[in-house]
């Protein structure tokens, strides 16, 4: 299987892999690989965009785009993913006629997150580094917010927004708030204290201070604008980016939920399932209200995390390796479904299609454009391609699943009809096409990820695997610059070597040369990533896999390559804050500890897991089954006697503790 999967590298990946050096007009030449879609990455427009939404044409109306997204959720925590503890009955009940992404990865950090979905970019095209996201987005750069409202969308963002607020000023893209958003309400930063909120607590850009708890503010306000916009703007479609910061920490959460979990949970357990039972009833306030406005069946709803659960304290990521701030699956790999009962059929499906955060922008935007006539289409489509060269239309993924769901319920296709029998071949082949497809997942200091089909290479630091114990989680560590991504330095020798004969061969000693770890995992065989193909006990990786993870750590380097780029771009017009030093913030050691706890399988296992979804069972892995994530079940080492176990875990609790509060 790996010789098969290098032979079908193709010339689009070795060429990104053979990039001549970077020229010395940095900024020229990335504004030139900006208007065309960003260098070695490009893209040439695809036929399917032009009538990926065929599904809506025809219809009164454009869609009404409402996007529910969970801040830090465990994949495994909700009740239709089997969570033997948390219920999510509003959640579960949209699953259960909704469209769902089983391969649906995202950025493993909130604020690159954030920025993926507004802009149909990753975070190291963008200049973002880890979880601060303190580069603002350049005037230049197309906001999903900003095209819809050219649309005529009414847009309105709520919660959690994590941009510094600075951006808005720079960014003359519309709005009372900016961003193209024409309401807001919420804070700007990167974590707040649910009753003590956020200095940055605002309305429409304007400081309010107001009291209540953060989860149920948020709700009110997502109802009250459905409920005004339904009233007062009839003839115009709503975009709502509706995003609670629930349940990231700090872990609060109000008596009346913490009431209906047993109290012989571990306090950090019952409070985390108290704080995304609130926010399921907030959701769920938001979808009443689309029904009160008879707006529901002409609403492309989305559900997401923006990104894995974190490995302490308390979320479940099921058999997902690692979580919040690492490349293994349970840091990248989400829940994710769309629901849009008039266009996508009322049955539920599921698309294996590898999706991303960055695919949203043009989904949504082709969502919109649908009563457009096709020559405009196809001039968005296109402008689409250059200004989020990555961002993949999910339409051939979502009509494929939505029209076999359809049939095999025996249910009319409504909507669907408008496809065509035509289009079921190209259908295919787009879908084939996204589950092959390449993607630098993460490109960060202290740990980096590729994932090319069923293959995910993971790169770790040097610094990060030897970190010792007992140091506090949110020191700094002095010299360890959070957006100097790993092998900065190597890609002088891998231009030199790119064309060589042994230039996978290089590229992996390089990569050890440099201190840098290297894994290769079938996420699909193995969805757990215990099976390290690269082990020694493995034979270390065989021709066949020298080969593939050369391939992968050369698409790695030329992500590295345009995130200098992007970086020196930003400095030159002077977007990273004063007092931010040549190389940016300084890595905090929360951020090493992910990626030190992850890396070793035994002490992913037992600390980890131990601490997380066998605790949310309250009594030890060997006596309870972990489900979640892609339908894999295991079972863990076992402890002598419960009351060991609970020992353990309350010992491991104490040293429980929250990522520092960055100001974004």
């Not at 149909?120 to 987005?137: P, V």
């Not at 399932?273 to 492309?300: K, N, W």
């Not at 689409?384 to 990555?390: D, N, Q, Y």
């Not at 080969?547 to 002077?574: D, F, I, N, P, T």
Request: glycine fraction near 10%; charged fraction near 25%; hydrophobic fraction near 40%.
């Amino acid at each position: 299987m790996l010789a098969s999967a290098v032979a079908s590298l193709g010339s689009a990946t070795r060429g990104a892999m053979r990039n001549g050096p970077p020229p010395r007009d940095v900024a020229r030449r990335t504004r030139k690989e900006d208007s065309r879609g960003g260098g070695p990455f490009r893209m040439a427009p695809r036929e399917e965009d032009a009538d990926a939404t065929a599904c809506a044409a025809g219809r009164a109306r454009r869609p009404h785009i409402v996007t529910l997204m969970a801040d830090d959720l465990g994949y495994a925590d909700l009740g239709y993913a089997g969570s033997p503890l948390i219920r999510t009955p509003h959640l579960d009940a949209l699953a259960a006629s909704a469209v769902h992404l089983d391969q649906f990865r995202a950025p493993t950090w909130c604020a690159p997150s954030r920025a993926s979905f507004l802009t149909g970019r990753h975070g190291w095209e963008l200049g973002l580094a880890s979880a601060h996201g303190w580069t603002l987005i350049a005037n230049h750069t197309l906001l999903l917010s900003e095209l819809l409202r050219s649309l005529n969308y009414h847009t309105a963002i709520v919660g959690k927004f994590h941009f510094n607020p600075e951006g808005g000023r720079l960014h003359r893209s519309g709005g009372r708030f900016g961003w193209g958003f024409d309401e807001q309400y919420g804070f700007t930063g990167g974590m707040s204290d649910y009753y003590n909120h956020h200095k940055s607590w605002s309305r429409n850009g304007e400081r309010v201070s107001e009291q209540g708890y953060a989860t149920d503010l948020f709700a009110a306000e997502a109802a009250r604008i459905i409920d005004e916009h339904g009233t007062s703007r009839p003839n115009r479609s709503l975009f709502l980016w509706y995003s609670p910061n629930a349940p990231h920490t700090p872990m609060q959460a109000p008596a009346a939920w913490l009431d209906r979990f047993d109290s012989t949970l571990s306090p950090v357990v019952r409070t985390y399932a108290a704080m995304v039972g609130c926010m399921d009833d907030g959701f769920g306030r938001a979808v009443a209200a689309l029904r009160r406005q008879r707006m529901e069946a002409d609403t492309l709803l989305t559900f997401l995390s923006d990104n894995g659960g974190p490995l302490i304290p308390a979320a479940c990521n099921g058999v997902l390796r690692g979580g919040k701030g690492t490349p293994y699956e349970g840091g990248v790999r989400v829940p994710a479904f769309f629901r849009w009962p008039a266009c996508l059929g009322g049955a539920r499906a599921a698309t294996p299609a590898v999706a991303h955060m960055v695919d949203l922008f043009h989904t949504f935007a082709l969502a919109a454009a649908s009563d457009l006539p096709a020559a405009q289409r196809q001039r968005l489509a296109t402008r689409l391609r250059r200004k989020a060269p990555h961002s993949e239309s999910l339409w051939p993924a979502l009509r494929e699943a939505a029209s076999a769901a359809s049939a095999s319920a025996g249910l009319a296709a409504g909507g669907l009809a408008a496809v065509g029998a035509a289009r079921k071949a190209l259908e295919g082949e787009a879908v084939a096409r996204m589950r092959r497809r390449q993607l630098v997942l993460q490109a960060s200091a202290s740990s980096s990820g590729v994932l090319r089909g069923r293959w995910k290479l993971v790169l770790a630091g040097r610094r990060c695997l030897a970190l010792p114990d007992g140091l506090n989680h949110t020191a700094s560590m002095t010299g360890f610059k959070a957006d100097k991504y790993l092998l900065w330095n190597a890609i002088d020798l891998d231009r030199r070597n790119a064309s060589a004969p042994n230039a996978s061969a290089e590229r992996m000693r390089a990569a050890r040369r440099a201190g840098v770890k290297l894994q290769l995992y079938d996420v699909i065989a193995d969805p757990r990533e215990a099976r390290d193909l690269l082990a020694p006990e493995r034979g270390g990786g065989d021709a066949a896999a020298t080969r593939l993870v050369g391939a992968m750590l050369g698409h790695y380097l030329a992500a590295v390559r345009v995130g200098r780029r992007s970086l020196a771009r930003a400095r030159e017009e002077k977007r990273i804050p004063k007092g931010i030093g040549s190389h940016g913030f300084e890595m905090t050691v929360w951020f090493c500890h992910q990626v030190q706890l992850s890396f070793q399988p035994r002490a992913w296992e037992f600390t980890s897991r131990e601490l997380t979804c066998c605790a949310h069972a309250n009594q030890p892995c060997a006596n309870t089954e972990v489900r979640g994530g892609p339908g894999a079940k295991t079972r863990l080492p076992k402890f002598t006697t419960k009351e060991e176990w609970r020992r353990e875990r309350e010992r491991a609790m104490r040293f429980a503790y929250e990522p520092p509060a960055v100001e974004a």
